[in-house]
Nanobody, 125 residues
Framework: QVQLVESGGGLVQAGGSLRLSCAAS????????MGWFRQAPGKERECVAV????????YYADSVKGRFTISRDNAKNTAYLQMNSLKPEDTAVYYC??????????????????WGQGTQVTVSS
């Protein structure tokens, strides 16, 4: 059983930055694809960024490309999401998730096995 715990959310002004962390325990973190998702009120959960097991391949949604950076430290069993140039439309609950998969690029919620509890990110205008 894998447990994921996000941290680093908060309130920030537009144009500001936040760094989210996702600490994993249980399982073998270094073999999992890790994804960051977000869900705004009244909207479906959407994939923001994905990183493969080694950290060498990444994917970003068009809405965050060039502003967000996903990374991981397998020695610390932690994944990160650096968010720069934040916009009010980035306001959402952010979740990290893990997928035990051979093909690393997974962007659908149904493709992930374990989820964190989420952390709120609020961007004020």
């Amino acid at each position: 059983q894998v447990q994921l715990v996000e941290s680093g959310g908060g309130l920030v002004q537009a144009g500001g930055s936040l760094r989210l962390s996702c600490a994993a325990s249980g399982g073998t973190f270094s073999k999992y694809t890790m994804g960051w998702f977000r869900q705004a009120p009244g909207k479906e959960r959407e994939c923001v960024a994905v990183i493969n097991w080694a950290g060498g391949s990444t994917y970003y949604a068009d809405s965050v490309k060039g502003r967000f950076t996903i990374s991981r430290d397998n020695a610390k069993n932690t994944a990160y999401l650096q968010m720069n140039s934040l916009k009010p439309e980035d306001t959402a609950v952010y979740y990290c998730a893990s997928a035990d998969t051979i093909f690393w690029l997974r962007t659908q919620t149904s493709e992930y096995n374990y989820w964190g509890q989420g952390t709120q990110v609020t961007v004020s205008s």
